[in-house]
Structures are given as structure tokens and as C-alpha cells.
């Protein structure tokens, strides 16, 4: 199984930007889905993250600016970036509970993406 994230890039603060990741693979379901960012010199946090049933989540830095949505028949993840802000500057993961065959039977499991640079400058 793999997540390859995209949409990164360098935007003015005030800008918007849409991230994308999808997940490719032996895969059965995909249950939680879900983006994190990782600023310079400090912890990956959450961003956002989104259920099968589109049940959504947001840290609290983001609400009002950011939008999780997903497509399960493209088994892919967005988020919709909007009102960017210099401390929006980040690499951002995408992350994913994936039921997976992995040759010899099921199995679940979470995987990363390999992340994409977000720089917004003020």
C-alpha cells in the first residue's frame, strides 16, 4: 500500500491551496483518513481527519479555513486550504487506516504519505 500526497507549493498568506493524497494497493477499505503537518523544529500535529462515514475532525488552529473531504471510489483524501497563514507553513502528511491484502491474508494497518511542503509567505 502507498499514499502519494501532492498539491503542495509557495503561497502568499491570504491564499489558498489544495492538497491531495491517494492511496493505491491491495487494499480492501480505507477506514479513517486524515492530514498532519510538521512546522520546523516542532511535533507533527494533526490537521484534520475524516471517517468512511464523513465524519470530520479539525485542530483547533485550522477550523474555519480548512476542508477535509474524501472520495472512496478514487480512494483519495483533499484538503481544501483556505485564509493560509505564515505559521501554516508545514510539511504535510496524509495518513490512512487501510485493510490490506498483504499476500497471505488481510491485515490493517496505518500508512503515511511521504509528505509535501506547504510555505506560505507574509
Known amino acids: 500500500v502507498q499514499l502519494q500526497a501532492s498539491g503542495g507549493g509557495l503561497v502568499q498568506a491570504g491564499g489558498s491551496l489544495r492538497l491531495s493524497c491517494a492511496a493505491s494497493?491491495?487494499?480492501?477499505?480505507?477506514?479513517?483518513m486524515g492530514w498532519y503537518r510538521q512546522a520546523p523544529g516542532k511535533q507533527r500535529e494533526l490537521v484534520a481527519t475524516?471517517?468512511?462515514?464523513?465524519?470530520?475532525h479539525y485542530a483547533d488552529s485550522v477550523k474555519g479555513r480548512f476542508t477535509i473531504s474524501r472520495d472512496n471510489a478514487r480512494k483519495t483524501v483533499h484538503l481544501q486550504m483556505n485564509g493560509l497563514k505564515a505559521e501554516d507553513t508545514a510539511v504535510y502528511y496524509c495518513?490512512?487506516?487501510?485493510?490490506?491484502?498483504?499476500?497471505?491474508?488481510?491485515?490493517?494497518?496505518?500508512?503515511w504519505g511521504q509528505g509535501t511542503l506547504v510555505t506560505v509567505s507574509s
Open positions: 495518513n490512512a487506516g487501510v485493510r490490506y491484502y498483504n499476500g497471505r491474508y488481510y491485515d490493517l494497518n496505518d500508512f
Open positions: 494497493g491491495s487494499i480492501l477499505n480505507i477506514n479513517k
Open positions: 475524516i471517517t468512511s462515514d464523513n465524519i470530520t
